[in-house]
């Protein structure tokens, strides 16, 4: 067998498995404090996520989870939002409940990935 090439399919599979984890975790709502600490752990670990290796959730999910997060504001995202910047304050995030969350949405995030694996249309926009 052709190792580099096994390990050249590799990489472009691992790679599209990220950007499509990261589009999900984009999707997500991030309404309250848990939501925005699960969102941004959640986007922080698939960035950095190797689907090539083994994965250990629970740690490469803790090394990640922020230690303060703001939440989004529908100001923010407009024009004069964006000139004068966020009003938000930080809030501190509980790790425990955030490890918690993040696990479950990160099961949920690789079964649609996964889901869109065995599809016709693997590929695809969905």
Known sequence: MNRKLAEEVQSVVSD???IRALDIVSEFKADSNEK????E???LFFKDLKF???IFPEEDVMGVIPVNVSLESDSSKGRLGKL???RSKKVSVDKESTLQAA???SSNVLKKIYMRLLSPDPWGTY
């Not at 925005?36 to 969102?39: D, L, N």
Request: charged share 25%; no cysteine; proline share 0%.
């Open 103 to 105: 696990l479950l949405e």
């Open 41 to 43: 752990t959640l986007s």
């Open 16 to 18: 599209y498995l990220r």
């Open 52 to 54: 090539t290796r083994d």
């Open 84 to 86: 004068i910047g966020s």
């Open 36 to 39: 925005a600490a699960v969102k």
